[in-house]
Nanobody
């Protein structure tokens, strides 16, 4: 299963961006999807995750500013980022796990997208 992330860019502090990540491949079922970010200062950290049922979980630093959502029909996850701060500058990676279709039993997968860069200028 491949994940394709999009939507990163340069934005001023206080602005907004929307990231999207689409999964493709022979997907039998999609379980959790989420976003992580990585920067030299903080390393890799959780941004947000969402279950197949829509239950969201957020990292403390983004609570109240970011919203994660998903479209189960399109195997896509979105991240709406508002009130961006300079400390949100990072490369954002999407993640998804579930099962692929095979000739036999469905096979578990866990995939990462290629990363999309978000730069917030102060």
């Amino acid at each position: 299963v491949q994940l394709q992330a999009s939507g990163g860019g340069l934005v001023q502090a206080g602005g907004s961006l929307r990231l999207s990540c689409a999964a493709s491949g022979s997907i039998y079922s999609m379980n959790g999807m989420g976003w992580y970010r990585q920067s030299p200062e903080k390393g890799r950290e959780l941004v947000a995750t969402i279950t197949s049922g829509g239950t969201a979980n957020y990292g403390d630093s983004v609570k109240g500013r970011f919203t994660i959502s998903r479209d189960n029909d399109r195997n896509t996850v979105h991240l709406q980022m508002n009130v961006l701060k300079s400390e949100d500058t990072a490369v954002y990676f999407c993640n998804a796990e579930g099962y692929t279709r095979t000739k036999g039993w469905p096979k578990y997968f866990a995939s990462w997208g290629q990363g999309t860069e978000v730069t917030v200028s102060s």
